[in-house]
């Protein structure tokens, strides 16, 4: 079978990039956790810890999970905080398969539930969620902004609103390195195990692209979020960014 190639992300339209999306995640679904513990050397299980980590459930005791993909993040956290009920949401339905398999191994079925849905129109009212969040879905979306927005609107008085993403702002003597590993050695790695190899040449791309954490701020603030804040992950190859909603106590 002739190997998928994608255009760069540099040259996607909104559209484009949201086919190239929903495509790589249709083909990788079944070795999309092993590979990212994989390629991330497991350091996305620590991330998602540290997100979990600063979560806090003082009004709705309710998480939102956009882009929950296989539900590594709502897993980890319904464990984290057992007294909290979880949504996840993603627009992959083969992801969300299997992540509801997961779901019902770790036996959190009554506390968890996964629905297919779009990030730019999110199907609950105003103010139903102490906490959403996206974990490694937010590179894939074209629009941002519009993202951030519907994540405010739905979250609750001084909520949390939390991005963990990879990104390509290292710190100076080892961002050579990082651009070698997401340009050469990571998209060797996949195709040895995916059968869409295409996939982790987007992926690299991907982060390369992704806003430098000022930036992301920006946005966040623009959305109308308040005290944003950002903190380094594993020499800055990845970022958690931390929002709340006006209000609160």
Do not use: C
Request: charged letters at 20%.
């Amino acid at each position: 079978m002739k190997p998928r190639r994608y255009p760069p992300v540099a040259a996607m339209t909104a559209a484009g990039q949201t086919g190239v999306v929903r495509d790589i995640f249709t083909t990788v679904h079944g070795r999309y956790d092993f590979l990212n513990h994989l390629l991330s050397l497991r350091r996305d299980v620590g991330w998602r810890a540290v997100a979990i980590g600063r979560m806090s459930f003082p009004r709705t005791r309710r998480f939102l999970d956009v882009a929950t993909g296989t539900a590594d993040l709502a897993i980890a956290a319904a464990r984290r905080h057992p007294g909290v009920r979880v949504v996840g949401l993603d627009f992959a339905a083969p992801m969300l398969e299997v992540g509801r398999r997961k779901v019902r191994v770790a036996g959190l079925s009554e506390r968890i539930e996964l629905l297919e849905g779009d990030a730019l129109a999110l199907p609950f009212p105003d103010r139903s969620f102490d906490v959403t969040a996206v974990a490694f879905g937010m590179r894939n979306m074209p629009d941002k902004l519009r993202v951030l927005r519907e994540m405010a609107r739905v979250t609750a008085p001084g909520g949390q609103v939390m991005i963990l993403e990879m990104t390509f702002a290292p710190r100076p003597l080892f961002r050579p390195l990082y651009g070698f590993y997401l340009g050469g050695v990571l998209p060797r790695l996949a195709r040895l195990f995916a059968r869409n190899g295409a996939t982790y040449f987007y992926l690299g791309d991907s982060i390369r692209h992704f806003p430098a954490p000022p930036v992301l701020a920006s946005l966040m603030r623009q959305a109308g979020l308040q005290s944003v804040s950002w903190h380094r992950l594993t020499f800055g190859t990845a970022y958690l960014h931390i929002g709340r909603t006006p209000g609160g106590f």
